[in-house]
């Protein structure tokens, strides 16, 4: 177990729908990236937020969206869902400092059906 | 290239060496991870070495870093058929640290 959870852990849902994702990082980590694991792209980097601020983006649609609430938890929004989007979401988390600081811990992912 | 390579699959034996095969990109990552996927389940860490480093040992594991070739690899010592599952190597880039994975490697681990 990471200590980092991802909520809901399976969503099904169908075009056009709007969903969230939540993730609670490990205690003390500061930062908190989302990650998408599909079978034609593989594991790719959508976004990071540090301490409540949007630090990176990585490849993340328009119609995807992210925040970093004061108690460090993280909510990933995804509109205008299309069947492309069914995929693996998972959370990281990091302490975010230099160094070791900077190793992410993945949390078990929320698994995405589009229909 | 911009990827960062490994081969998809690869079968031994029990009781066996596994070796794992990753190329990285950039010649500036400060650490490089490997994880490990179970089926179903999300990444769990499993190693990292710092990128002063020749290599790393941690009980069945040893990681080797090659920098000049850009190429790490991930040994498994007397491999069970708990180890079968999807490792991947990471490599951070960019100014957020994030990870850039490789395809990931399948291991099969054969009775």
């Known amino acids: 177990d990471s200590g980092v959870t991802q909520t809901p852990k399976h969503l099904i849902t169908a075009t056009g729908q709007r969903v969230t994702l939540r993730c609670s990082p490990r205690?003390?980590?500061?930062?908190v990236y989302w990650y998408q694991q599909s079978l034609d792209q593989g594991l790719q980097f959508l976004i990071q937020?540090?301490?409540?601020?949007?630090?990176a983006k990585g490849n993340i649609l328009e119609r995807f969206s992210a925040q970093q609430f004061p108690d460090l938890h993280s909510e990933l929004n995804l509109s205008s869902l299309e069947l492309g989007d069914s995929a693996l979401y998972f959370c990281?988390?990091?302490?975010?400092?230099?160094?070791?600081?900077?190793?992410?811990?993945f949390g078990p992912g929320t698994r995405l059906l589009v229909l | 290239g911009e990827d960062v390579e490994q081969s998809l699959f690869l079968s031994v034996r029990e009781g066996d060496s596994s070796v794992i095969n990753c190329t990285y990109t950039?010649?500036?990552?400060?650490?490089l991870y490997w994880y490990k996927q179970e089926p179903g389940a999300g990444l769990q860490l499993l190693t990292y070495?710092?990128?002063?480093?020749d290599m790393k040992q941690d009980q069945r594991l040893t990681v080797l870093l090659n920098k000049k070739d850009k190429h790490l690899s991930l040994r498994i010592a007397d491999t069970q058929t708990g180890d079968s599952a999807i490792y991947f190597c990471?490599?951070?880039?960019?100014?957020?640290?994030?990870?850039?994975f490789g395809s990931g490697t399948q291991l099969t681990v054969l009775p």
């Open positions: 990281a988390s990091s302490v975010g400092s230099t160094g070791l600081g900077e190793t992410q811990y």
């Open positions: 205690s003390g980590d500061l930062s």
């Open positions: 937020y540090y301490n409540g601020e949007e630090r």
């Open positions: 950039d010649s500036s990552s400060t650490y």
């Open positions: 070495i710092f990128s002063n480093m």
């Open positions: 990471a490599e951070m880039r960019g100014s957020a640290r994030q990870l850039t």
